[in-house]
């Protein structure tokens, strides 16, 4: 994995708060005196490819070149994180723009099949126009990675505390990368599920991470997230809440060691038993 990705200086100039502030008037049984309150913020944010329009995704415009580069990855436009040459945000009063310049390879894949897309907070087929479009044909995760239970637990643990917006807000979605022992090495946090798992991927390969480990979302596991997960060949996924028949299928199908249900001290496997290990009982617990 290449150390040299597309500079951020642009991004960091345009990008908007993650939090804002309102006015709003609680009732408790009664009216209360009203108060200002922090709130998550939404934008549209379009993503062009060499000056094309592909997608509006409703996001949290925070953490733009790890959503920028994680998308791409994910929705399968590029194979490797070099053929992303630049990109560039730029802010309007209707949202933002981001302007990414690709290889020549990967824009001749994308303009055969160009299309725009609106998304609805991260949701969405991005530009599938027919039905034998929707289920992809995925390869088989390279990734080789096994935890314990007990290393899931600890994952689960730590997770909330580092969820530093929706401890504001109560909006956001999270997706974490822990490593073998459950350490939480890397978070990113959207309003939607689809757009935190890509800036947490688009993170990871900035960071140069290639360690073993598995990926903690705080959403349920429908099939696009395993969809991006095998695409970013990550070999382990745990959702907090819970997975649809066609996640499961595919998860079993491209090799992927599906958790959900994660919760205190419990959660369920459902694909891939073999990822899944136990560990001594000298070991660490959530419950500690």
Request: aromatic share 4%.
């Amino acid at each position: 994995m290449s150390e040299t990705h597309p500079s951020t200086e642009n991004l960091k100039a345009t990008s908007l708060p993650s939090v804002c502030t309102t006015e709003c008037q609680p009732w408790e049984l009664q009216l209360t005196p009203t108060k200002q309150e922090s709130v998550a913020t939404e934008t549209p944010v379009a993503i062009t490819f060499n000056g094309i329009a592909y997608a509006v995704m409703m996001a949290t415009p925070d953490n733009l070149h790890d959503f920028a580069l994680g998308f791409c990855i994910s929705e399968s436009i590029l194979e490797d994180p070099d053929q992303l040459l630049s990109c560039e945000a730029v802010s309007s009063d209707a949202g933002l723009e981001l302007r990414l310049e690709i290889t020549g390879k990967p824009f001749a894949k994308l303009k055969a099949r160009r299309r725009n897309l609106t998304g609805r907070t991260g949701c969405g087929l991005c530009g599938v126009e027919a039905l034998n479009q929707a289920i992809p044909d995925l390869k088989p995760v390279t990734d080789q990675s096994r935890i314990t239970h007990q290393a899931l637990q600890v994952g689960l643990k730590n997770l909330s505390k580092l969820q530093s917006v929706n401890q504001q807000t109560g909006a956001m979605h999270a997706a974490a990368w822990c490593d073998s022992n459950g350490s939480i090495k890397l978070i990113r946090e959207d309003i939607g599920r689809h757009n935190a798992l890509d800036k947490m991927i688009g993170a990871r390969i900035s960071a140069d991470q290639d360690d073993t480990g598995f990926a903690l979302i705080t959403s349920r596991a429908s099939y696009e997230m395993i969809m991006k997960a095998a695409r970013a060949n990550i070999g382990i996924m745990a959702a907090i809440s819970a997975p649809t028949s066609l996640a499961i299928e595919l998860a079993r199908k491209c090799g992927v060691g599906l958790a959900a249900f994660t919760r205190h001290n419990r959660h369920t496997i459902y694909t891939h038993y073999e990822r899944f290990l136990e560990a001594s009982k000298n070991s660490y617990t959530a419950s500690e």
